[in-house]
């Protein structure tokens, strides 16, 4: 949520003010001590005014005045125990009732206490209150004035209208302390999910990148060695050709790693620009990877039997394929002989890419590949497995399950290969 100022929080027009001291908790506005003081000399002097100015026969004596300022006094404190308060107030103002003074001054601190505890406390304990109230209040009008109906419904009135407006009062702060709390939920909700989003685009563009960068540096790493080897085997009989092809490789590899690398970064950039993350690698990327597994020196065997692929899922099978051929052209040793195979069935996108070579070095530093084949297998609902190949049969094998709802309507019966490229044995 936007920081405001405190110029900015604080309202500027009565109304405003009026309505938020309504909706502020009464047990945490900020200054209520000081309010509540500020409030009680108000009603003091208030019903001072109303002892002198009304009902001059009823105006009181010293004990009077001593009893009316008496009930006064709990006010400062009757946010923190409400129910005490008026108990405080309620005693001094029926024994300054049962002497017979203006019945009309103490009101405003009696309905004061009243919708106090209304406002604050249960609704049972306010109706119990209330009851208590009215009870004292007709019985002292009953001993002091037993033929004044008319002050008999007064009082009931005044004091009914109090406790409910005390309670509605109450209510309504509680609904709106609700909506505050519904708005603050939603907006640490969508912050949580924000934050959820960038870290789930970050890590897919990690990945990406380790991909790409670990794909194409390996090819180029194999290239210049070839490169490098044909320049030192025999000077005397340079072969211009085989260096020329070695070079144009690596400037190729450089090219679509260069292009690639721009689709992968533009998602770091503004989301209105057109065409901002290009399209996704799919399943017909796939011979392309094959290809450049060539250049650098492997036999690639690749049969790939699937059609109309979800987009995820054929971009996870492709960061597979392409991790797996990277590790195989980097570990497998000298020419080593990989077979791809990709195939949909029964509703699921089946991939396998085994090499006949030596296997990564137990001794090395581990790296990101098989934990980053893994997680995009998971990121489409998917399983993979990694490790040597059974058998006894030497090398190392990538298997993945991948969910294709549009790839369930495969036949079972095993259909001819969409694409197979199988290079020839270099010698």
Known sequence: MQATTPAASRPSRPGERIMAAINRDPLTAPHRDRNDAVLAVFLAAAAACIALLTDEGRRPDAVGWTLLLVAHVPLVRRRHRPLLVLCLVAA?????????????????????????????????????????????????????????MVELLRITGWVVAVLFCGIDVRFYRHYVASIVERAERAERTREEEARRRVAEERLRVARDLHDLLAHSITLIGVQTSVAAHVLTADPERLDRAAVAKALDDIAETCRSARGELRTTLEVLRERDAPDARGPLPGLHGLPDLAEAARLAGARVDLSVRADDVPPAVGAAAYRIVQEALTNAVRHAGPKPSVHVEVHAERGALRLAVADDGIGPDPDGTPGFGLVGMRERARSVGGTLDAGPRGGGAGGFEVTAVLPASAASAAPSVPAAPLTTVTPKRDD
């Open 92 to 148: 001094p103002v029926a024994a300054f009732h049962a002497l017979d003074h203006n019945h009309s001054a103490p009101g405003p601190a009696t309905m004061t206490a009243l919708y106090t505890l209304a406002a604050t406390g249960t609704v049972r304990r306010t109706l119990v209150a209330g009851s208590a109230v009215i009870g004292v209040g007709l019985s002292m009008n009953a001993v002091t004035n037993p033929d004044g």
